[in-house]
């Protein structure tokens, strides 16, 4: 069966491309009879004409309907985006992704397998031609057509147009406020749906300056600059997800100080997204140092602390992204993280996303310290008792480890503890082998320090 037009087979389509005809038909006769014409006219036909050829090079199934693709086998659907896979790929995990789906996904600097929590070994994406047949056998048994995959629109392109429109915004940007609101919505918008505009943002260094410049004012924000704010700081995030802007984003002098502003002056939901900024930019080794030495951590341990739902996980994130370089262990720990974490933990609040970090930050004796001065020892054993998560169980055994190696005063609260309710014993035989290897290593201690005392 050949493939359709798009503008031959949806009615919606071809709706909007008779409406896209009319509107250039418009426009040209506006600049061919009118002397007067203007550059603005000029722009939108240009736009016009963009668009009409958009709908005329895309192309998909006119049959593929949306409860088609809602009917399909539940191994047919991809885990990030819940629809039919088009392109499905394998990740080193084992786990099959729709590729668009997981190419962002490692873009934005994640290098875990969403489903399994797994650490990637690598970010290669490798064809599941066996899954991809028995969706194309699916779609053919129902009259439907899957696209092969090199038909796809690549969303990378940048047009003539596209740069245009772009420059026109960032223009507005440096405006009167009502079109700083307009331009900065939809440059929000364009940044999170188009990768072609977080492209253009690489190609000039005036371009993050001049989005930024409302905010660079230093004055107290109104309710209408909070809003501004919060869709400039999240064209930030959507930049930052660009791999080759990570690094330019980062450099880009004023960029940190308004992140961290924004961190504590914005809406939660600002808020959250300077953290997930933050998140992404530490991907880069360099940008961890900068934005460490930056004093982000600060800002973001007082987030933490505040412990909006909406925000944690964010700013857990980029606490523990920053942190796994060892200067920024120290002033995390210097800026109070060890108090916050391990308080939450007390009140078992965020408890899988803030051990993560604890047992990082157990590698820095100051934070051992604190830790044992702060009750964490009975804590981490409650919770490997009570906890049904063996990686909550493997991070607790590991920062109890350091813990008692590096403060002998401990081993009496283990010994009570392995006495009464022979918790490291049981975590020796049915823990990860992480965590059979710490309680492991801890018994043999407790072992000799029993020995030890026998002999004297």
Same mark, same amino acid.
């Given at each position: 069966?050949?493939?359709?037009?798009?503008?031959?087979?949806?009615?919606?389509?071809?709706?909007?491309?008779?409406?896209?005809?009319?509107?250039?038909?418009?426009?040209?006769?506006?600049?061919?009879?009118?002397?007067?014409?203007?550059?603005?006219?000029?722009?939108?036909?240009?736009?016009?004409?963009?668009?009409?050829?958009?709908?005329?090079?895309?192309?998909?199934?006119?049959?593929?309907?949306?409860?088609?693709?809602?009917?399909?086998?539940?191994?047919?659907?991809?885990?990030?985006?819940?629809?039919?896979?088009?392109?499905?790929?394998?990740?080193?995990?084992?786990?099959?992704?729709?590729?668009?789906?997981?190419?962002?996904?490692?873009?934005?600097?994640?290098?875990?397998?969403?489903?399994?929590?797994?650490?990637?070994?690598?970010?290669?994406?490798?064809?599941?031609?066996?899954?991809?047949?028995?969706?194309?056998?699916?779609?053919?048994?129902?009259?439907?057509?899957?696209?092969?995959?090199?038909?796809?629109?690549?969303?990378?392109?940048?047009?003539?147009?596209?740069?245009?429109?772009?420059?026109?915004?960032?223009?507005?940007?440096?405006?009167?406020?009502?079109?700083?609101?307009?331009?900065?919505?939809?440059?929000?918008?364009?940044?999170?749906?188009?990768?072609?505009?977080?492209?253009?943002?690489?190609?000039?260094?005036?371009?993050?300056?001049?989005?930024?410049?409302?905010?660079?004012?230093?004055?107290?924000?109104?309710?209408?600059?909070?809003?501004?704010?919060?869709?400039?700081?999240?064209? #930030?995030?959507? &930049? !930052?997800?660009? %791999?080759? $802007? /990570?690094? *330019?984003?980062?450099?880009?002098?004023?960029?940190? =100080? @308004?992140?961290?502003?924004?961190?504590?002056?914005?809406?939660?939901?600002?808020?959250?997204?300077?953290?997930?900024? #933050?998140?992404? &930019? !530490?991907?880069? %080794?360099? $940008? /961890?140092? *900068?934005?460490?030495?930056?004093?982000?951590?600060? =800002? @973001?341990?007082?987030?933490?602390?505040?412990?909006?739902?909406?925000?944690?996980?964010?700013?857990?994130?980029?606490?523990?992204?920053?942190?796994?370089?060892?200067?920024?262990?120290?002033?995390?720990?210097?800026?109070?993280?060890?108090?916050?974490?391990?308080?939450?933990?007390?009140?078992?609040?965020?408890?899988?996303?803030?051990?993560?970090?604890?047992?990082?930050?157990?590698?820095?004796?100051?934070?051992?310290?604190?830790?044992?001065?702060?009750?964490?020892?009975?804590?981490?054993?409650?919770?490997?008792?009570?906890?049904?998560?063996?990686?909550?169980?493997?991070?607790?055994?590991?920062?109890?480890?350091?813990?008692?190696?590096?403060?002998?005063?401990?081993?009496?609260?283990?010994?009570?503890?392995?006495?009464?309710?022979?918790?490291?014993?049981?975590?020796?035989?049915?823990?990860?082998?992480?965590?059979?290897?710490?309680?492991?290593?801890?018994?043999?201690?407790?072992?000799?320090?029993?020995?030890?005392?026998?002999?004297?």
């Amino acid at each position: 069966m050949a493939k359709t037009d798009v503008s031959d087979s949806d009615p919606t389509l071809m709706a909007k491309a008779t409406e896209l005809k009319k509107e250039l038909q418009r426009l040209v006769k506006a600049i061919v009879d009118d002397e007067d014409y203007t550059a603005e006219t000029i722009d939108q036909a240009k736009d016009a004409l963009s668009s009409l050829k958009e709908l005329k090079l895309r192309k998909r199934s006119p049959s593929l309907k949306l409860h088609e693709t809602l009917s399909c086998p539940e191994e047919f659907r991809c885990p990030l985006s819940k629809e039919l896979m088009k392109d499905p790929v394998i990740v080193s995990s084992g786990q099959t992704y729709d590729r668009a789906f997981i190419q962002k996904w490692l873009k934005a600097g994640n290098r875990i397998c969403p489903r399994t929590q797994q650490v990637l070994s690598d970010t290669s994406l490798i064809p599941n031609h066996l899954i991809r047949e028995m969706i194309s056998q699916w779609c053919k048994s129902r009259g439907l057509e899957l696209l092969d995959p090199a038909h796809y629109v690549n969303d990378d392109v940048v047009t003539a147009a596209d740069r245009d429109h772009f420059i026109s915004l960032l223009e507005k940007v440096s405006s009167s406020v009502s079109e700083q609101k307009e331009a900065a919505k939809e440059l929000r918008l364009l940044t999170k749906r188009m990768p072609s505009f977080r492209a253009l943002f690489g190609e000039s260094q005036d371009a993050i300056p001049q989005l930024l410049n409302p905010l660079s004012q230093g004055e107290s924000l109104s309710d209408t600059q909070l809003e501004l704010q919060e869709d400039l700081i999240t064209t #930030l995030l959507n &930049l !930052s997800i660009h %791999d080759n $802007n /990570k690094k *330019l984003v980062a450099e880009t002098p004023m960029v940190i =100080p @308004l992140l961290m502003d924004a961190l504590r002056t914005g809406t939660i939901e600002t808020r959250s997204n300077a953290a997930a900024a #933050l998140f992404t &930019l !530490s991907a880069i %080794d360099s $940008n /961890k140092a *900068l934005i460490g030495k930056s004093g982000a951590l600060k =800002p @973001l341990i007082d987030l933490l602390e505040e412990g909006h739902p909406s925000s944690v996980k964010d700013v857990a994130s980029a606490i523990f992204n920053l942190c796994i370089i060892h200067e920024n262990k120290a002033r995390a720990v210097r800026d109070g993280a060890v108090r916050v974490i391990v308080n939450k933990i007390v009140n078992r609040m965020y408890v899988d996303e803030l051990l993560a970090i604890l047992a990082m930050l157990s590698s820095h004796q100051k934070a051992l310290e604190e830790m044992g001065e702060l009750g964490a020892v009975p804590c981490l054993l409650n919770i490997i008792r009570e906890s049904s998560c063996g990686r909550n169980k493997e991070n607790c055994i590991a920062i109890l480890y350091t813990i008692c190696f590096n403060d002998r005063t401990k081993w009496k609260e283990l010994r009570e503890e392995e006495k009464t309710y022979g918790t490291i014993s049981e975590l020796a035989k049915s823990g990860t082998s992480r965590a059979k290897r710490k309680a492991n290593g801890i018994l043999e201690r407790l072992n000799r320090a029993v020995n030890l005392t026998h002999t004297a």
